[in-house]
């Protein structure tokens, strides 16, 4: 091989270091390093803020951050679309203690206009409506609308003397199913307000982490059912094993934290395999908009303080 030869690699990777900031292979690494934060956007006085929103919101944490020392490792994401609430326009039921109501994808001012134009189709005779309160009252029964526990979404009613109407919440739905259905739904998207929301918070009392709620036990129990049965559907990791809708407890099979860890362990030593622990979640109120969530061991295994806060953290995220 000639000299001349020999060099060419060199001569080829420096021509293409040479190119790596401004020709074909960009090298990013420089562009993060010098990023500077931009000035917000700021809309056109007169423009209706209510139709715009984050495209990418950063969800809030349930709780404050606990250091775990040296040793902590973040815990990976929960997976899309595990347990999540309904998509923006669709329309799912919810039952407990005898209620039964919707859930719709769309934020309660949204839901509102739809459940006026309900009525006037319908004929309803209006007897009084309070858009603040979301209550529509109609001599044939109560329309009704508010803030649903999975962000951006609502709650929809249609009941007489605390009794559902069956038609009624049908009739409503097959209305919120078309409007999935078509163009116009991403209408019920748009309108979309910001609203302060209250969100699961992960306390400790005496030692023990517990999860406040900030809605009701009957609300807190359907909504956490349809999660449960959604994301914890995973053999030897995590499964929904009895529902006690009487005691609000839920009975599930669940790999702790600690266990994923000794069986990492487990695995690279050749030793074992991690094995789930059976775990009783009991929903207890504590207040009229107030519900309190605890982890209880199950079986004959401790239940360990990190445990417990990493479950309910998990369990929150279900929540919104």
Same mark, same amino acid.
């Given at each position: ?27 990013? *690494? ?10 917000? /956007?700021?809309? =056109?006085?007169?423009?209706? #803020? *209510? ?6 919101? @950063? ?11 040296? %040793? ?9 679309? +595990?347990?999540?609430? @309904? ?6 039921? *919810? ?12 934020? =309660?001012?949204? @839901? ?6 309900? +009525? ?26 508010? =803030?649903?526990?999975? =962000? ?63 809605? %009701?036990?009957? *609300? ?31 009975? @599930?099979?669940?790999? #702790? ?9 487990? #695995? ?14 009991? /929903? ?34 279900? /929540?919104?």
């Amino acid at each position: 091989m000639s000299a001349a030869l020999k060099w060419m690699p060199l001569v080829a990777a420096l021509a293409l270091a040479g190119c790596a900031r401004d020709g074909y292979y960009d090298d990013r *690494r420089v562009d993060y390093a010098e990023a500077e934060a931009s000035a917000p /956007l700021v809309l =056109p006085d007169g423009r209706d #803020t *209510r139709r715009y929103r984050d495209a990418m919101p @950063v969800p809030e944490a349930a709780g404050s951050f606990a250091s775990q020392g040296d %040793d902590f490792d973040a815990p990976p994401p929960r997976a899309l679309g +595990a347990g999540s609430g @309904v998509e923006a326009g669709d329309v799912a039921r *919810r039952e407990a203690a005898g209620q039964r109501w919707l859930v719709v994808g769309a934020e =309660p001012s949204a @839901v509102w206009s739809e459940l006026e134009r309900f +009525a006037d189709e319908r004929g309803l005779q209006v007897v009084s409506r309070d858009s603040s309160r979301g209550v529509l009252e109609t001599a044939e029964g109560r329309l009704s609308v508010r =803030p649903g526990l999975q =962000p951006g979404a609502s709650e929809v009613r249609c009941e007489q003397a605390g009794t559902p109407l069956e038609g009624c919440l049908r009739a409503l739905e097959r209305r919120f199913e078309a409007r999935g259905a078509t163009a116009s739904a991403s209408s019920l998207a748009v309108q979309r307000a910001p609203e302060e929301r209250m969100r699961p918070l992960l306390e400790q009392r005496a030692g023990e982490w517990r999860l406040v709620i900030p809605f %009701d036990l009957e *609300r807190t129990w359907a909504e956490l059912s349809y999660q449960l049965e959604a994301d914890f559907s995973v053999a030897e990791r995590r499964e929904l094993l009895e529902q006690d809708a009487d005691g609000h407890r839920f009975l @599930v099979d669940y790999l #702790t934290l600690s266990e994923r860890s000794e069986g990492l362990l487990g #695995t690279l030593t050749s030793l074992g395999q991690a094995s789930p622990q059976r775990i009783r979640l009991v /929903l207890e109120a504590s207040g009229p908009e107030r519900t309190v969530l605890r982890a209880e061991p199950a079986d004959e295994r401790e239940l360990s303080a990190e445990d417990r806060r990493e479950l309910l953290e998990r369990v929150a995220g279900l /929540l919104g």
